[in-house]
């Protein structure tokens, strides 16, 4: 069966086309910075290799071209979209309605678009990307693989917050968690390379959007994100934790209007507001320059994962593992030091020239004497809602 995976991002599509049950991948790409003057189309396969700067204002855009490529009648991989038999969707939030993976329907879509509010950045963009597969592979099967259903499993002493009981039991304002797909894929690769399915393992996603999970016995039991993907670390539009004090001030003393300080705290914060660029890659270079305001943004950003990563070896009586994955995680060789320094009190001890120098793979990048590894995995966030994909249909 040939399954296409689609994860529609803030700023970006990710695709691959798998054969299953081999999982053997016909091609891969993504559509990257969209709406910037800097968006690029990545597609590799053995037929074809493509990377180049392109005008791409919409997720819509993305999308068709996507499937210009697949269906090359030269270099694409399939003769036509009916050759296509199932589509995965990722789905950042799926409420306290979905745990697992679900067939798509119009019940489904109706969902995804009421948690607009909780997840304003993505649950859109999914939604499109779901329609515009809908209307172009008519015939193929779509499957809606939720972020939130790894962490079903929070136990209620972490999901639940010190608000009245009946905001949670009318309303499920709870910790839903977020980035599940990725936490669930690189702490079980991470249990498999230790050889320990009981593994403490603290997983952390770096990309535009950020999170960290405590993973004890192949379980999250605790993740930095909560009832929407604002809280925690500092992402790249969003501020990530703050108190929540804030807001009222901003709307009862400066006079803000609601919808202006949810656009400030997701849009115009996180790097951005610290620095006015929002990659990474922007501010490590700004940064090598002197600049001061990147220099900071650098430093906040590694001492709240730092905060984090304290408080869940707490959590976890204990840590065996850390796993950094996700664009920034798997890509930053400055954040991953920074992160790492100063955590010897915790057996965390960073070799600085395996962590300039991955290997394929996995990478093992802690001293011989450390007695926590750290790890750097690649997620494959696109195999997981494969697997799950195929595994709903063939059924």
Do not use: W
């Amino acid at each position: 069966m040939k399954v296409l995976v689609l994860n529609t991002g803030s700023s970006s599509v990710k695709y691959q086309l798998f054969n299953m049950p081999e999982e053997r991948v016909l091609c891969s790409g993504m559509v990257e910075r969209i709406g910037s003057d800097e968006a690029r189309i990545k597609h590799h396969s053995s037929k074809n290799n493509i990377d180049e700067k392109i005008t791409i204002t919409s997720h819509k855009d993305a999308l068709e071209l996507i499937v210009k490529i697949l269906i090359d009648k030269d270099k694409g991989e399939v003769e036509s979209v009916e050759n296509i038999k199932a589509i995965g969707h990722r789905v950042v939030h799926g409420g306290h309605t979905y745990s697992s993976t679900v067939e798509m329907d119009s019940k489904v879509k109706s969902k995804i678009k009421e948690l607009y509010n909780l997840a304003p950045l993505h649950n859109p963009s999914n939604l499109q990307g779901i329609e515009v597969a809908e209307a172009i592979f008519t015939q193929a099967k779509q499957a809606a693989v939720f972020d939130t259903a790894f962490h079903q499993t929070i136990p209620a002493r972490a999901h639940k917050y010190a608000i009245p009981n009946s905001l949670y039991e009318e309303n499920y304002m709870r910790l839903y968690g977020f980035h599940g797909t990725s936490h669930k894929y690189v702490s079980q690769e991470a249990s498999r390379y230790l050889h320990n399915n009981k593994a403490r393992i603290i997983s952390i996603h770096l990309g535009n959007g950020c999170s960290i999970t405590a993973v004890k016995d192949g379980k999250s039991i605790d993740h930095s994100l909560g009832f929407s993907p604002f809280n925690g670390l500092i992402m790249g539009t969003r501020s990530g934790d703050i108190d929540h004090s804030l807001i009222f001030y901003m709307v009862h003393t400066l006079n803000y209007k609601l919808e202006d300080v949810q656009h400030v705290l997701q849009s115009e914060s996180g790097l951005l507001g610290l620095t006015g660029y929002s990659d990474l890659r922007d501010i490590e270079a700004e940064a090598a320059k002197g600049d001061p305001n990147c220099k900071l943004a650098l430093d906040m950003k590694a001492y709240r994962i730092k905060k984090y990563i304290g408080s869940y070896i707490a959590a976890m009586n204990g840590l065996d593992c850390i796993v950094f994955t996700a664009g920034i995680g798997e890509n930053s060789e400055l954040i991953r030091k920074m992160v790492c320094t100063d955590l010897d009190t915790f057996g965390i001890d960073l070799d600085q020239s395996k962590n300039a120098a991955l290997t394929q793979g996995i990478s093992e990048i802690n001293t011989t004497n450390s007695k926590v590894k750290i790890l750097v995995i690649p997620t494959n966030e696109e195999l997981e809602i494969a697997r799950q994909t195929y595994e709903l249909f063939s059924n």
